[in-house]
């Protein structure tokens, strides 16, 4: 193993732990709105952090651009998905959590 | 490589067992949109699967069209089922869902209705499990034909070489199918109100990058996993999509110049396959120095077919008349 | 190396498992949407490491046409399935 | 016993859930859900017993399985359409025959 297998495994690693991250938010949340905040940090970091695990694997760099392309990806529509789902939420009058 | 292996069955065991859960869960949860959402899931695992089972191509199709398609399009009938119970009334909003919940409570006949099954179930799992474990089936076969079909990739070698006739009739049943639709007359729904700015945005985004991945897949299909359906059915997300933003065909456009694109496929083969009857071969048997040509000529004109026809089936209307309400 | 993609899927796909338990319990249809959401995301995760470790690029294509799918059956939840008012107050 | 085998059997198992539901429920939604998880069953099976071989598994299957998802998808359209068209009718998204009613 070399220096950036470490790395990588690093990275893998907490991506995965984003993703738990995110599965425990989206199951334990009270509302609709602290659920997409923890379901988006799962998106944008957890992928990408394994994104940028895999990367250091990539044998060329076509590869590499075709992973940072689908993180991108993900990382537009989830965000806009979620500003859509919340902004529907509020005009239909679904409540916000309060301690 | 102990720890390996039992990974990979953990692994396909943890697929099965979801898929088995999400379809069960999704047939018989008494609400229909969890169903419907369920289902969606089911399509994201099942992609998943194909992928286990080393079928790449399969995956992409299922990909584009289990998870995508199918899924915008029960959202979409849904929401109509939906609406038009709304319109009856507040107390008929629920009626379809309850009415089909009390159904489901019969469980005397229901459990004689299981039985059969079961035995069924048990009969072909039985017949599988007498299955040699080892079957090369027609690989042989086919990879000794590839040269000569014009493409390496063997999936789109068996699409539009050795078994072409299927892709015929498939356009043909794709076809069928939006001409069932369209003699429903069905009413367009209601224009939608113009979509929020990020929606817009994020169409704005998508589209382009959607027909460049359709052109890519359709590219690429020649020698490795995609081709003429992947791509036509991703060009089909991007007119869904529009379609969901709340673009409608130009009317110019929805008369002659759409139902020459629905019926490009379809009639390409049909005239490539009077071609090669009338030069002596049998039907859509390609000659192996144009072989290349033929499909590349036969893919583009399915894709644009495909897409057009998948776009249609989920507007669901015929778009000449969205006017007239 | 192949081992520990191996357990990462297997590690990522049970967390969809604890993931479709918002799917059943709802309570309101962005919830459930959210969790296929994350679902969808989990996925591409799962299939570009799949990708690694059968050395086959081609799952990186069903990973990127997954991302662009799942966001077209969003946008369709978005645009239609979810206009009506989640409670009993009508809007129309 | 291969994971091909496993595969099948799960392929097995949601045919057989996708015929019961098919039987017992009277939504048309459901139906139509029921009829897809069938077809999924069957394309399952046929890729399974495809995957039997530790080369690259075998193409035709797969084609055929491409061209059923594709037909699948638009015979799931017009049934909905057809649906939609029962519900507008009769009120309800069900067939009555040897109703109660």
């Given at each position: 193993m070399t220096l950036s297998d470490y790395l990588s495994v690093l990275f893998l690693l907490a991506g995965a732990l984003f993703f738990l991250a995110g599965t425990v938010g989206l199951l334990r949340f009270p509302d609709v709105y602290t659920r997409l905040h923890a379901l988006t940090k799962a998106d944008n970091v957890g992928l990408g952090l394994i994104v940028i695990g895999l990367a250091m694997q990539a044998e060329s760099f076509a590869s590499v651009g075709k992973l940072l392309l689908i993180w991108l990806l993900v990382l537009l529509a989830g965000s806009s998905i979620s500003h859509l789902i919340a902004k529907k939420a509020l005009q239909k009058g679904v409540r916000m959590w309060r301690r | 490589m102990e720890a390996l292996s039992l990974l990979q069955w953990l692994i396909d065991g943890l697929i099965g067992i979801g898929l088995l859960w999400l379809a069960w869960r999704a047939l018989f949860c008494p609400e229909l949109f969890k169903a419907i959402v369920l289902f969606i899931a089911f399509g994201l695992l099942m992609t998943l699967a194909w992928v286990r089972l080393k079928a790449p191509d399969v995956a992409l199709a299922e990909v584009a069209i289990g998870a995508g398609l199918t899924g915008a399009l029960l959202l979409s009938s849904w929401a109509k089922l939906r609406g038009f119970d709304a319109n009856k009334g507040m107390g008929a909003r629920e009626k379809n869902s309850e009415q089909a919940e009390q159904k489901t409570k019969r469980p005397f006949f229901h459990g004689l209705y299981a039985i059969p099954l079961l035995l069924m179930a048990v009969g072909l799992g039985y017949g599988v499990l007498q299955l040699t474990p080892y079957a090369t089936g027609l690989s042989a076969v086919v990879a000794e034909n590839l040269d000569a079909s014009?493409?390496?990739n063997p999936v789109t070698a068996v699409l539009?070489?050795?078994?072409a006739y299927d892709t015929l009739l498939e356009i043909a049943v794709l076809l069928l199918a939006l001409i069932g639709i369209w003699s429903l007359g069905i009413r367009p729904s209601v224009r939608e109100a113009t979509p929020d700015p990020v929606l817009d945005l994020l169409t704005r985004f998508l589209t382009p990058l959607l027909l460049l991945v359709s052109a890519y897949l359709l590219w690429v299909g020649a020698h490795a996993p995609g081709g003429a359906f992947q791509a036509g059915s991703v060009l089909g997300a991007a007119g869904v999509l529009l379609i969901l933003a709340g673009w409608r065909l130009p009317l110019s456009l929805a008369g002659l110049p759409l139902r020459i694109t629905l019926v490009a496929g379809v009639s390409t083969f049909i005239v490539v396959a009077v071609l090669t009857m009338l030069g002596?071969?049998?039907?859509?048997?390609?000659p192996p120095s144009q072989a290349s040509l033929i499909i590349f000529v036969l893919e583009i004109t399915a894709t644009l077919s495909i897409a057009a026809i998948l776009a249609a089936l989920f507007l669901g209307s015929r778009p000449d008349h969205s006017e007239k309400i | 190396m192949e081992t520990f993609y191996l357990a990462l899927v297997f590690f990522l796909l049970l967390n969809l498992g604890a993931g479709m338990w918002r799917v059943l319990q709802g309570p309101t249809a962005a919830d459930r949407m959210m969790a296929a959401q994350l679902f969808g995301t989990t996925s591409v995760a799962v299939l570009l490491l799949l990708g690694q470790v059968e050395g086959d690029s081609a799952l990186h294509d069903v990973a990127l046409v997954f991302a662009l799918l799942a966001a077209v059956t969003a946008v369709a939840f978005v645009r239609r399935a979810w206009s009506e008012p989640e409670k009993e107050h009508d809007s129309k | 016993m291969s994971i091909a085998i496993l595969y099948a059997l799960v392929g097995i198992g949601l045919f057989c859930l996708g015929v019961y539901a098919l039987m017992i429920h009277a939504h048309l939604l459901r139906k139509i859900l029921a009829l897809n998880i069938m077809g999924s069953g069957v394309f399952m099976v046929l890729l399974a017993l495809a995957g039997r071989t530790e080369i690259t598994p075998d193409p035709v299957p797969a084609a055929m399985v491409i061209t059923g998802i594709v037909v699948a998808v638009s015979a799931t359209a017009l049934a909905l359409a057809l649906m939609l068209k029962i519900n507008a009718i009769t009120g309800r998204a069900e067939l009555n025959d040897a109703e109660e009613k």
């Open positions: - | 014009g493409v390496s539009l070489n050795f078994r002596g071969a049998q039907l859509l048997a390609f | - | -």
